[in-house]
């Protein structure tokens, strides 16, 4: 059982790339959630997933886009990365109706140059 | 989700109690206090969560005062590994809004 797993763990792009972050969990969680956290700023929520096939906007979604095909996946995408988004990305999942508990990944360290 | 607001940076004694302050005045009545910690450069892990009553688990315990509008985490034994950021949050349970903004917590530090 191995959790909630991100890939990749570090990455450096350059202003205008595009990227896809993957997270994916095997313990059969409703809810997945990506959030960026930054210096001074706290975790911020930029999308959620109540299930599979269905995305909703978090507190900072602009500059993000996301998608939820299969249950066990949750991807956050970066059309055109610009430096303020070089931030650690923490995806998480959590059962529906339920505890609510979250259980986060390891991190992904992104840097936009 | 109602706000919460906690003391920036506390210290602790090793093998002493950590206690860990949480105010949540605007707190609504269906509304759940969460506690998550997060050790450095490691994702953040639950800790306990409560409605009205006090609970305890394995890791720590959780005291919500009777109006709800404050609440304590001890963590009974504080050891250098208990050394993170530990954040307070206040929602909503089983809703569909998923919402859940971590503010900045609490860093704890616990010294030999």
């Known amino acids: 059982n191995a959790g909630v797993t991100q890939t990749p763990k570090f990455r450096v792009l350059k202003t205008g790339q595009s990227m896809t972050l993957l997270c994916a969990q095997d313990?059969?969680?409703?809810?997945m959630y990506w959030y960026r956290q930054d210096p001074g700023m706290g975790l911020r929520l930029i999308h959620y997933?109540?299930?599979?096939?269905?995305?909703a906007k978090g507190e900072v979604p602009d500059g993000y886009n996301v998608s939820r095909l299969k249950k066990q996946n949750f991807l956050l995408g970066l059309e055109s990365a610009a430096p303020s988004q070089t931030s650690v990305y923490f995806c998480?999942?959590?059962?529906?109706?339920?505890?609510?508990?979250?259980?986060f990944g390891p991190g992904t360290r992104l840097t936009v140059l | 989700d109602a706000k919460t607001t906690q003391p920036p940076s506390m210290d602790c004694a090793e093998g002493r109690a950590a206690n860990l302050p949480c105010n949540h005045s605007?707190?609504?009545?269906?509304?759940?206090v969460y506690w998550y910690r997060q050790i450095h450069s490691q994702g953040p892990q639950y800790i306990i969560h409560?409605?009205?009553n006090n609970e305890t688990n394995e890791m720590a315990s959780l005291i919500i005062t009777e109006d709800r509008k404050s609440s304590t985490l001890i963590l009974p034994h504080a050891t250098l590994r208990d050394t993170a950021v530990y954040y307070c949050?206040?929602?909503?349970?089983?809703?569909?809004?998923?919402?859940?903004?971590f503010g900045d917590g609490t860093t704890l530090t616990v010294k030999p």
């Open positions: 998480a999942s959590s059962y529906a109706y339920r505890t609510d508990t979250q259980y």
């Open positions: 313990m059969n969680h409703e809810y």
């Open positions: 997933s109540v299930g599979e096939g269905t995305t």
């Open positions: 605007t707190i609504s009545g269906n509304e759940y």
């Open positions: 409560g409605l009205k």
């Open positions: 949050i206040v929602r909503v349970k089983d809703t569909n809004a998923g919402k859940s903004t």
